[in-house]
């Protein structure tokens, strides 16, 4: 039975075209779901820390996107889904730490 590489190559393509975008994470939900595991703030105004970090750390991707490399991101954006709260604070510093390591 021959194989194919023809699965290979369009699993591959596929890895490098979702790693071309910055992903779309629900922040809300996931803010929400980190905050009901911490205490202290109140639960409001630490989803708004929470949310307003995000989004800063979401501008800041998507102002260096270009800059990190294919496989950084193949390697940091599947480990956002363990544990499912995703975060682009996470992200960015997965991202950050592989550059620096270079």
Same mark, same amino acid.
């Given at each position: 039975?021959?194989?194919? $590489? +023809?699965? $290979?190559? *369009?699993? %591959?393509? &596929?890895?490098? =075209?979702?790693?071309? /975008? &910055?992903?779309? +994470?629900?922040? =809300? /939900?996931?803010?929400?779901?980190? *905050?009901? =595991? %911490? %205490?202290?703030?109140? #639960?409001? !105004?630490? #989803?708004?820390?929470? *949310?307003?970090?995000?989004?800063? @750390? /979401?501008? !800041?991707? =998507?102002?260096?996107?270009?800059?990190?490399?294919?496989?950084?991101? @193949?390697?940091?954006?599947? !480990?956002?889904?363990?544990?499912?709260?995703?975060?682009?604070?996470?992200?960015?510093?997965?991202? !950050?730490?592989? &550059?620096?390591? /270079?």
């Amino acid at each position: 039975m021959p194989i194919s $590489i +023809f699965p $290979i190559i *369009v699993s %591959t393509q &596929l890895v490098v =075209a979702v790693a071309d /975008r &910055l992903p779309a +994470f629900d922040i =809300a /939900r996931s803010c929400k779901l980190d *905050v009901a =595991a %911490t %205490t202290g703030l109140s #639960v409001d !105004q630490s #989803v708004k820390s929470c *949310v307003n970090d995000e989004n800063k @750390a /979401r501008q !800041q991707l =998507a102002s260096r996107w270009p800059k990190f490399s294919a496989s950084s991101k @193949a390697q940091c954006i599947p !480990q956002e889904s363990i544990g499912g709260t995703p975060s682009y604070v996470s992200l960015l510093t997965c991202l !950050q730490m592989d &550059l620096w390591s /270079r």
